[in-house]
């Protein structure tokens, strides 16, 4: 199943733009990247070797960096500066990434 994603993520009166794909030109290793400097989600479609990652990669670094600008917007970075703040967020995206590829997260509706 393709993982499509808005063109932007609405958290409070904050409005996240989100960069997908982005191709990471200073490092090569990055999958993701939250800049809270520039309201900005960033995802790499793309592996080092330049093969496509698996949708359910994809969707596990969306939320993850997803949770990160949650963090930062409403708990004022708490959890970032927790001594296991990427283990949390790592574990907490894992979770919402098997919910969404598995269909089973709730769903907006015009009634």
Avoid at 11 to 39: I, M, S, W
Avoid at 43 to 59: H, V
Avoid at 78 to 94: D, F, Y
Wanted: charged letters at 25%; one cysteine or more; hydrophobic letters at 40%.
């Amino acid at each position: 199943m393709p993982v499509y994603f808005p063109e932007f993520v609405q958290l409070g009166a904050h409005k996240y733009v989100v960069r997908c794909p982005y191709n990471f030109k200073e490092r090569t290793d990055l999958y993701g990247q939250c800049d809270n400097a520039e309201a900005e989600i960033r995802i790499q479609c793309l592996e080092s070797g330049g093969n496509p990652r698996p949708d359910s990669e994809i969707a596990r670094t969306f939320f993850h960096e997803f949770l990160h600008a949650v963090d930062c917007i409403f708990l004022n970075c708490e959890v970032g500066k927790m001594k296991q703040s990427e283990r949390i967020i790592n574990g907490l995206a894992e979770g919402l990434a098997q919910a969404f590829m598995a269909g089973q997260m709730p769903t907006v509706t015009e009634i």
